[in-house]
Structure formats: C-alpha cells, structure tokens
C-alpha cells in the first residue's frame, strides 16, 4: 500500500535543511500480515538529535522493545545507542558509543557480556536490524541525497554498509485528508552477501513515511498514513477515474483512462494493463518512470478505453500476496477483463489483455482462461522457463562482476540448487536462511514452473510481441522464441512481432540497457512506439 500522510501529531515547523520534531506510529507487516508496532519521537536538543522508540513485534520476529535512545550531532555525526529489549523472551542491551571512524559496542544477553569494535564511516546512519526509529536519521539524510548517491549505514552491531539510491520519484499522496507531496526513494542496501532493494518514502518536511523491502516482504507505514483509502500518483491524465472492481473475495483499485471526446463515437477497444513482478501499484513506475501510466494516456489518445490496477496486496487493493501466484494473478486480471467487458463505452468485440514482464505470462494465462479476452499483447514477455530465465539473468550479473570462472560457477550451482529445491518443494534445509526465506513462496515456485511454451498451446487468441531491443532483462530472443511457440500451436491464430531499437527492458530510450543505467536515463518517459504498435495491431486484428 502507498497511502496518504497526514501531519505527524505534536510536530513543529523546521528550518529549511532541518526535518520536523515531533512523534509518530508505525505498523510493521511482514508477509502482508501486521506484526506490530513501534513508536518513535524526534527531538533536537542543543547539542544535535535524539531519536527514542518504544513497541513490539510478534513472529517471526518476537521483539520487545524497552528502550531504545539514539543520539546524533546536529550533523548527524552519531553519538551514541542504548537498547533494552527482549528478543525471543531473551533479555539484550546493547551499548554503542561512536567516534568518527569507530564505533565501540557492549552487548549483554542472558547475563553474558562482550565487547566489539568496528570500524565505521563518518557520519554513517545507525540502523539496527528491526529497530525501525533508526530510518528517520536515514530520511533526514536521504533528503539532501541525490540519484547515484551513497549514504554509509552502520547495522549495529555487526557491519557497515552502503545505501545506494537508484531513482527518485516526486509522487502525490491523495486521499480524504487532503493530499500532500512526498518522494519516493529506490535504494539498495548493499549487504554482503545478498544485496536488498528498497523503497523509502519521505514526506516534505523531511519525515519517514514508509519502507518497503519487497524481497523479505516488510512493509514499515506510519500509523496516519495508513488508510487503504488512499494512493499515490507520480502522474495524472487527463482522462482518468478511479475505480473499484470486484475481485475473488476482495477488489482491486484502478484508474480507467478513456479518450478524448470524439463525436459520433460511442464503443472503444478496451484494454487492460497487466504489471510485472513485485509489489507494483497501477502505474507500475520502475526507476522514476510510471510505465502503466504513461502508456495508458498513449492508447486513451488513440482511441481506446484502458484499465490499470494496483495488484492485490498492493496500494488499495485488497488480497493476499503470501499465497499468490501466477495463476491467483491470471484470475485477477480476468476479473478486470469481466468488468471492463460491462461498460457501456466499451466494444465488447474488442477486450485486450497487455501485459508488461511477468505480467506478460499472466495475460497469457489469462487468455487461456476467458474467451472473452479478444486479443493478447506481451511486452517483454518471457520465451523460456522462469528457471532458466533466472539463470539467464544471474549470469548476465554475474558477466560484470570481478569475479573468478569458479566463484561466478558457485554462485550459479547455487541457485541451480535453490530452484531445484522450491520446484520440487524438499531440500531448501542447507539452504543458507535469508536465501531460503525469499525463495520459498508459492509466488516463486509459479514463476520458475512457468513455462511459456506449455501456456501458449491454450492460447487461442491473436498475439502481437513487443520487444526492446536494449533490454538485457528479458532478453530479445525471447521475443522471437515466443513466437516461435506460438505459431507451432496446432491451430495457430495471427501472431506479430515488433522490435523497437534504441529501448530498455522499462520501453525508455537507453544506451546500453542495463539495469544500472536506470538512474541515469536522460528522459523519464517511454517510447510512444509501443503504443502505437499496439492500437495499429487492434485496428487490424479481427
């Protein structure tokens, strides 16, 4: 969910380069389930900040939070950390003090003490794991920080490492309150081991709104900004509504995009917009961009009405995503295709799901579903198993990295082994656990079984492939692959593919593609000729 934030309680106005005081409440979910909460208070003294806490958490966690006290120089040099907590009904204190590069830690739990030192960054941001008060020094810092940027973070008591941030999103969060301007920052949280991307939400006067960390499925939303009554908007068309669409036990919020008023005519294609992987709302912005958004005003403005969703689980929409899959997904979109089916200003002749990554094989396997569907576009869809997609993927990583032949081949034996384990749903156990915990999810499980050449012989349905040829995501032979198995099915319908040069996996210009280029893209705006493709391709399908 991304919700609206109200004015934190008891705060006060800040200077310019300075975040408001005040407190404010957190509910921390994990896995889309509310696991408790923490309560935090900013304050400036004299000599610089204090941030406190108090709260809890139940499992898989199980913490109690006594105390927790973090002080900072006024530029945000820390100072010093104490904790009183209990963590699986085990008493902890911890007792950090901070020089410029040194942090000095005494730990005490079940009555045994030891001492560790680190070396540390200046100025580095203290965030111990699951003591979320840490991030509004985090939020403070990210303020000032631009795309490409660093900020150190110290994760007391263990190891510094680097916060990274990927794209920054000005976004609106409207709502029955009001609404209010926040920006959104993607970072990734360069651990060792197991790099995580996140999603940290500020407001204007330089408060946390938000985290998301989408791969362990923690999602940290202050209390007053928590009504599911509310969304963010990075863009707004002209043309759009919201909507409500009844779904299986719950409904999915969406914006319908309608063209501009032409005379004389009154029934348009209809068109839903079916997002990739994670929790991606409506708009399915990606690096600053808001793909869905974008290409829904392009396919409004050419004549056709357009559908775009949160996901369930996501923004306002209702469901569950710790038990989804592939095919929970499908269905979801085949609700939104029932729906769209019933509006007056829709040609009912005419309803065609476009899904963009992973979403491409939920429309796929939608499609196979409802014959209502009238017509299947993929863009930069899959043309193999998402086993080996993912191998795929992680080689191409693991190509511009400095490692040796034998380290890059442990890593990949490694994964062939963590997706041998979830398919066949035994020998996760020497699964080292942070691995195993993101691995092991029905939504995985879906997504390495699938294998487009098995959905697509129930596919009876016209399909047009739009491919980016920068795409080093989903690379572009898997636009032609796919089509090869569409056109080897038995009783083959038309089938069209149209690669557009010089565009990433995201359908914005790019140089090289890459992933890492995101951040630096001079334009945050796709390429029209996806969407002029595809309403070309509808006015000549029958």
């Given at each position: 969910?991304?919700?609206?934030?109200?004015?934190?309680?008891?705060?006060?106005?800040?200077?310019?380069?300075?975040?408001?005081?005040?407190?404010?409440?957190?509910?921390?979910?994990?896995?889309?389930?509310?696991?408790?909460?923490?309560?935090?208070?900013?304050?400036?003294?004299?000599?610089?900040?204090?941030?406190?806490?108090?709260?809890?958490?139940?499992?898989?966690?199980?913490?109690?939070?006594?105390?927790?006290?973090?002080?900072?120089?006024?530029?945000?040099?820390?100072?010093?950390?104490?904790?009183?907590?209990?963590?699986?009904?085990?008493?902890?204190?911890?007792?950090?003090?901070?020089?410029?590069?040194?942090?000095?830690?005494?730990?005490?739990?079940?009555?045994?003490?030891?001492?560790?030192?680190?070396?540390?960054?200046?100025?580095?941001?203290?965030?111990?794991?699951?003591?979320?008060?840490?991030?509004?020094?985090?939020?403070?810092?990210?303020?000032?920080?631009?795309?490409?940027?660093?900020?150190?973070?110290?994760?007391?008591?263990?190891?510094?490492?680097?916060?990274?941030?990927?794209?920054?999103?000005?976004?609106?969060?409207?709502?029955?309150?009001?609404?209010?301007?926040?920006?959104?920052?993607?970072?990734?949280?360069?651990?060792?081991?197991?790099?995580?991307?996140?999603?940290?939400?500020?407001?204007?006067?330089?408060?946390?709104?938000?985290?998301?960390?989408?791969?362990?499925?923690?999602?940290?939303?202050?209390?007053?900004?928590?009504?599911?009554?509310?969304r963010s908007e990075s863009v707004r068309n002209p043309t759009d509504a919201p909507v409500s669409i009844p779904a299986n036990g719950f409904n999915l919020a969406g914006t319908?995009?309608?063209?501009?008023?032409?005379?004389?005519?009154?029934?348009?294609?209809?068109?839903?917009?079916?997002?990739?992987?994670?929790?991606?709302?409506?708009?399915?912005?990606?690096?600053?961009?808001?793909?869905?958004?974008?290409?829904?005003?392009?396919?409004?403005?050419?004549?056709?009405?357009?559908?775009?969703?949160?996901?369930?689980?996501?923004?306002?929409?209702?469901?569950?995503?710790?038990?989804?899959?592939?095919?929970?997904?499908?269905?979801?979109?085949?609700?939104?295709?029932?729906?769209?089916?019933?509006?007056?200003?829709?040609?009912?002749?005419?309803?065609?799901?476009?899904?963009?990554?992973?979403?491409?094989?939920?429309?796929?396997?939608?499609?196979?579903?409802?014959?209502?569907?009238?017509?299947?576009?993929?863009?930069?869809?899959?043309?193999?198993?998402?086993?080996?997609?993912?191998?795929?993927q992680q080689r191409h990583v693991l190509d511009r990295l400095s490692l040796s032949p034998e380290e890059k081949q442990a890593k990949i034996e490694l994964q062939k082994k963590?997706?041998?384990?979830?398919?066949?749903?035994?020998?996760?156990?020497?699964?080292?656990?942070?691995?195993?915990?993101?691995?092991?999810?029905?939504?995985?499980?879906?997504?390495?079984?699938?294998?487009?050449?098995?959905?697509?012989?129930?596919?009876?349905?016209?399909?047009?492939?739009?491919?980016?040829?920068?795409?080093?995501?989903?690379?572009?032979?898997?636009?032609?692959?796919?089509?090869?198995?569409?056109?080897?099915?038995?009783?083959?319908?038309?089938?069209?593919?149209?690669?557009?040069?010089?565009?990433?996996?995201?359908?914005?210009?790019?140089?090289?593609?890459?992933?890492?280029?995101?951040?630096?893209?001079?334009?945050?705006?796709?390429?029209?000729?996806?969407?002029?493709?595809?309403?070309?391709?509808?006015?000549?399908?029958?």
């Amino acid at each position: 969910m991304v919700l609206l934030l109200a004015a934190a309680a008891h705060a006060q106005a800040p200077a310019a380069s300075e975040p408001a005081t005040g407190d404010a409440e957190f509910t921390i979910a994990w896995g889309g389930r509310p696991i408790g909460t923490q309560r935090v208070s900013l304050a400036r003294s004299a000599s610089g900040w204090i941030i406190t806490s108090t709260g809890s958490l139940g499992s898989p966690v199980d913490l109690r939070i006594g105390r927790f006290e973090l002080k900072y120089a006024a530029d945000w040099q820390p100072l010093e950390l104490k904790i009183e907590a209990t963590v699986r009904n085990s008493p902890i204190v911890l007792s950090s003090s901070f020089a410029m590069t040194t942090a000095i830690n005494e730990i005490t739990q079940n009555g045994v003490t030891s001492a560790k030192n680190d070396q540390i960054s200046a100025r580095t941001v203290v965030l111990p794991n699951n003591y979320f008060a840490g991030y509004e020094a985090l939020a403070a810092r990210l303020a000032a920080t631009p795309v490409g940027g660093e900020i150190p973070a110290y994760i007391a008591p263990q190891a510094e490492i680097k916060v990274r941030v990927r794209a920054i999103t000005p976004q609106t969060l409207n709502g029955p309150g009001g609404t209010i301007p926040v920006r959104r920052f993607d970072v990734v949280f360069a651990n060792p081991n197991v790099p995580l991307e996140a999603s940290i939400m500020i407001d204007d006067r330089q408060r946390l709104v938000r985290v998301d960390i989408p791969t362990s499925g923690l999602q940290v939303v202050r209390e007053d900004a928590a009504s599911v009554a509310v969304r963010s908007e990075s863009v707004r068309n002209p043309t759009d509504a919201p909507v409500s669409i009844p779904a299986n036990g719950f409904n999915l919020a969406g914006t319908v995009t309608t063209p501009p008023a032409v005379a004389g005519r009154l029934r348009y294609p209809g068109i839903v917009l079916i997002a990739g992987s994670g929790p991606a709302d409506r708009d399915e912005t990606v690096a600053g961009i808001p793909i869905f958004a974008q290409l829904a005003r392009q396919l409004a403005d050419s004549g056709h009405v357009v559908v775009r969703y949160d996901k369930r689980g996501v923004g306002q929409s209702g469901g569950r995503t710790e038990t989804a899959t592939l095919a929970d997904y499908a269905d979801d979109a085949i609700a939104v295709v029932k729906w769209l089916e019933k509006r007056k200003d829709v040609d009912r002749k005419r309803l065609i799901v476009v899904g963009h990554s992973e979403g491409a094989a939920v429309a796929l396997l939608a499609a196979a579903k409802q014959k209502a569907i009238d017509g299947v576009v993929s863009i930069a869809g899959p043309g193999t198993t998402g086993a080996e997609l993912i191998l795929e993927q992680q080689r191409h990583v693991l190509d511009r990295l400095s490692l040796s032949p034998e380290e890059k081949q442990a890593k990949i034996e490694l994964q062939k082994k963590i997706q041998d384990a979830v398919i066949a749903g035994k020998g996760l156990d020497d699964v080292p656990p942070d691995l195993r915990r993101q691995a092991d999810t029905p939504w995985f499980r879906s997504l390495l079984s699938y294998d487009p050449a098995q959905a697509i012989r129930k596919v009876r349905q016209p399909l047009l492939i739009v491919q980016g040829d920068l795409d080093t995501q989903v690379p572009p032979a898997h636009a032609d692959r796919l089509a090869q198995a569409a056109r080897a099915r038995k009783k083959p319908s038309p089938v069209e593919v149209v690669h557009i040069p010089g565009v990433n996996h995201l359908l914005a210009a790019a140089r090289t593609g890459e992933v890492a280029e995101y951040p630096q893209l001079a334009e945050r705006t796709i390429t029209p000729r996806a969407a002029e493709a595809i309403s070309a391709w509808i006015k000549k399908t029958p």
